[in-house]
């Protein structure tokens, strides 16, 4: 995709996303969990499943958080939807020009802004979450806050982490659960234990209105993915 091309997929994209999330509500769990790291100055690591981003880029506008994007083709549309709505991108994966992106990540903590990615971005498997996604909490010592979307009525695309379009006049629910803290000292051990339960608490809540939702998978098929992960 081209610079020009891109720039107008984006500008388009950004105004669909802006004219289908108007006619949605939310509803907001756990904001304190938070807003008190803001009310101190503190910068936050929010971490979501990547289907949830359309609802998060909506209601989150124009704070300023630091997105990280995929180097990826598409990658780049989202990073221009994106930045129409008021989020800076950092480019890069814990994957695919991890270090890059990591860097970009700490430049952008240090001075002062919270920072968001998707711990099973870009490419999957979905709910699944990348112990190295916690590097920049590590080493900022910043508080994880996990955020799970989910939506009374929505269509899943057919892709490999279902991504989710709520549907007009539906509710999105927006859930903000407890801060982690990853240690300077943490070992690897201690980092994917902390992955695995802030895994298994989106998952649990992610599941309880999506599998109301056509083209949803249920909880069992995600767990199942990730016990053939574990063995791979």
Known sequence: MSWLKSKVAGLVGAGLVRSLLT????????????QKFRSSGTPILFVFWHRGLLPLIHYHR???????????????????????????AVRGSFTRGGTKGLRGLIRAAQSGRDVALTPDGPTGPMGVFKPGSLLIAQIENLPVVPISVTASSGWHLKSWDEFLIPKPFSTVRLRYHSPRFVGKHATRGELELIAQDIEEELNASTTVLNDQIPGSSSQTQV???HQLLKHI
């Open 23 to 34: 006619l949605t509500r939310v509803e907001r769990v756990g904001v304190e969990n938070y």
């Open 62 to 88: 124009q704070e300023g958080i630091v997105v990280l994007t995929s180097e990826h083709r598409d990658g780049e549309y989202v990073t221009q939807i994106i930045r129409h709505h008021g989020f800076p």
């Open 223 to 225: 767990q199942h993915r």
